[in-house]
Structures are given as structure tokens and as C-alpha cells.
């Protein structure tokens, strides 16, 4: 919890839009920096948080969601945690302590898009503009926040993942945090945070102990992997993108088949991390351009679905049929790999502009 103290504060007023229309909500506003801002105090006892305002008394508990307003409990008020502080419902805040008349202030606004996601930013000028909600906007839930910095950037952005896709198919780009905390300080008009969609996912179990030091190349195969980019219609080279397997690159003496025998071979294993990765283009219905299946049978995969490398041999390439940019994520340790192929529409940023301000009703300060 964060004490807001005197002069002038920056808060955050968020809109969340769900394919071109809002849901039912309210405005989320921090208990402490409201309370604090007219005059009250808060604390904690251990289990819930209780703000005494305007001879009032409300006591929210976040992990069960649960309000009392002077010891009585409040049916259907939304609270939540955001950077480690509590929030509560502003149109039930603003009841409960009978705010003052409006005046006149500016704000400016960003607006941070993300698949069918769309966050409005607008800046405040004092603590008292956490108690009037901004008008004519869309009845969408809000957070109004009292800073912004990498770790609440952070957690909007998982705010955001958590609407656009519970199940996970459909992930922001990892700068998410990143790309939203510089557009809410650089005051951009506008920044959009890439969206990657799951195409397919492979994994297979593996025991170590039959070939330890197979399975530890096989990990760090798939660390180099792990990143990967291919524009639409590049052509996927494994070798190419692993490069020589050395031992200046981590890689060990393993095994590897040669003819009908196996024979130790430095980095012997990463067919391993080859063969996941192909049982994920096949899925993805992706067209192979080269593949090659090992000298014998091998026992992790079906016939069919495993992919022999080597360096300056056998090799594995695909093709990206597709319109969007496709992802490599690979990792996993000595007893499973795994391999997801995401794609990721190609984004062109607006252009840098700074946001608009316009006149709302605000509080006069405290």
C-alpha cells in the first residue's frame, strides 16, 4: 500500500473496450489516495484494508471481494489490487462520502490498443479528480491510478491479457508492460501492443537417464531457438538459426546415429529439440521444405514425425505460408521440451503524437 501525500498528483483514468462496445462496470479508484485526498486516513490490520473518511467508515477485504460500509455489508461493490493497492468502486466511494460541486480541469489521453482491447489513458491533475469520473465517456469498468510505473504497467498489461484471451491462445507481445508505460509517460496519442496467436504447441517427455547429455544439448538447442522470428514467406533454416554446435556455445559430447551405430558426437541430442519442432509444423499445417527422418527408429517420436539435424548436413527448413510474422517459443529441461509456434500480425506504429487534452468537470482540491 502507497501513501499519497500532499500537492499534485498524476492519476490514470482507464477505459476498457471489448470488441467495439463496453460491458457493465464501474470506475476503480484507490482507497488510500481517495480517502487520504479529502482529509481521512487508512490502515491495515492484516486481513482488510479500512479507510475512515468524512466520518465514515469502509472496510474492504480484497481477497473476498468483501465491503462494509460503517459495519454493514455492501452487496455487488467491485474491488481489486493493482501494483499492491486496493481499489473499490468510485460511484460507491463518491456515495458514501458526498463529494463536493465540480470544476473545471484538463486532461489528456492515450489510447493503448491490443487485439479487440482498447485502453483510454487520461492524466489528472489533482488527487480530488479521483472522485468524479470523466464524463461522456463509455460505462466501461475504469482504474484510476494514483502513478504509473513499471510494475503497474505490468500488471495492466495482464489486466489486458486476462480479458483478451483467460485461456491463453491469444498473448500480448511481451513488451506490453513496456509499450504502455512509455506511451502513459511519453503522453503518446496512440500505441498498440502487438497480439500473438497460438497456431500449434508440441511437447514429449523424455528420460534422462538414457541419455543425459543428449537431453542437456537438446535444452540448449532450445534455448537459441527460443525467439525466433519468421517473416511471411522466409524460408526457416534449424542449422542456420543454431549455427555450429560447439562447445564455446555450451554444447557436450553426446550421441548420435552414424549409419547404424551410435557414436559420440558433440551435441549429439539436438535432433531432439528438431523433432519437437517439427511435430509443431506439422500441426500448424505449415509446408516443410527439408526434413530428413533419422538412420533408425527412435523411441520418442512415431515414425514419421521425428527430424534428424546436423551441421553441414540434414537439415530442417519450413516455410511461412502465412500473412503474419510466426514466433518460435522453445525451452523445457532434461525431461521435456516443447515448442509453440505463435503468429503476429504486423503492426505499424501511429505516429508519435501528443495526446489531445480536453476539458472535463473535475473537484477543486481539498
Not at 486476462?162 to 509499450?179: A, I, Q
Not at 552414424?258 to 519437437?276: A, I, Q
Request: with cysteine; charged share 20%.
Amino acid at each position: 500500500m502507497r501513501s499519497v501525500v500532499g500537492g499534485l498528483l498524476v492519476a490514470l483514468l482507464l477505459f476498457v473496450v471489448d470488441s467495439g462496445h463496453c460491458a457493465e462496470g464501474a470506475a476503480m479508484v484507490p482507497l488510500r489516495a481517495v480517502c487520504e485526498a479529502k482529509g481521512g486516513y487508512v490502515f491495515w490490520d492484516g486481513k482488510a484494508v479500512t479507510a475512515v473518511c468524512d466520518g465514515r467508515t469502509i472496510t474492504v477485504d480484497p481477497r473476498s471481494s468483501s465491503v462494509l460500509a460503517d459495519g454493514i455489508v455492501q452487496d455487488g461493490v467491485k474491488v481489486g489490487s493493482l501494483g499492491g493497492t486496493t481499489f473499490i468502486a468510485q460511484d460507491v466511494f463518491i456515495g458514501l462520502t458526498n463529494p463536493q460541486s465540480p470544476g473545471t480541469e484538463k486532461r489528456l489521453f492515450t489510447t493503448i490498443r491490443a487485439g479487440t482491447q482498447a485502453i483510454a489513458v487520461a492524466h489528472a491533475q489533482t488527487p480530488a479528480d479521483y472522485l468524479r469520473p470523466l464524463p461522456g465517456t463509455p460505462a466501461a469498468e475504469t482504474w484510476i491510478l494514483p502513478e504509473i510505473n513499471p510494475a503497474v504497467a505490468r500488471d495492466l498489461a495482464g489486466l489486458l491479457q486476462s480479458r483478451l484471451s483467460p485461456d491463453n491462445k491469444v498473448r500480448l507481445d511481451s513488451r506490453g508492460g513496456e509499450l504502455i508505460l512509455n506511451a502513459v509517460q511519453g503522453r503518446l496519442l496512440e500505441t498498440i501492443i502487438p497480439v500473438r496467436r497460438k497456431l500449434s504447441e508440441c511437447a514429449i517427455n523424455f528420460n534422462p537417464a538414457e541419455a543425459y547429455n543428449n537431453m542437456l544439448n537438446a535444452v540448449t538447442a532450445a534455448r537459441y531457438l527460443n525467439g525466433t522470428r519468421v517473416k511471411p514467406g522466409e524460408v526457416f533454416s534449424f542449422n542456420k538459426v543454431l549455427g555450429p554446435r560447439t562447445k564455446e556455445k555450451g554444447y557436450i559430447v553426446g550421441f548420435a546415429f552414424s549409419g547404424k551405430k551410435h557414436v559420440p558426437s558433440l551435441g549429439g541430442g539436438v535432433c531432439r529439440m528438431s523433432t519437437v519442432l517439427y511435430g509443431a509444423l506439422l500441426d500448424a499445417g505449415l509446408p516443410i521444405a527439408e526434413r530428413h527422418a533419422h538412420s533408425l527408429p527412435v523411441g520418442y517420436a512415431a515414425q514419421g514425425r521425428d527430424a534428424t539435424v546436423s551441421w553441414g548436413g540434414a537439415d530442417l527448413k519450413f516455410r511461412n505460408s502465412t500473412q503474419e510474422t510466426l514466433i518460435i517459443e522453445s525451452g523445457g529441461t532434461v525431461r521435456r521440451i516443447y515448442a509453440i509456434l505463435w503468429s503476429e500480425e504486423e503492426i505499424t506504429q501511429p505516429q508519435p503524437k501528443p495526446a489531445p487534452a480536453f476539458p472535463i468537470e473535475t473537484l477543486p482540491s481539498p
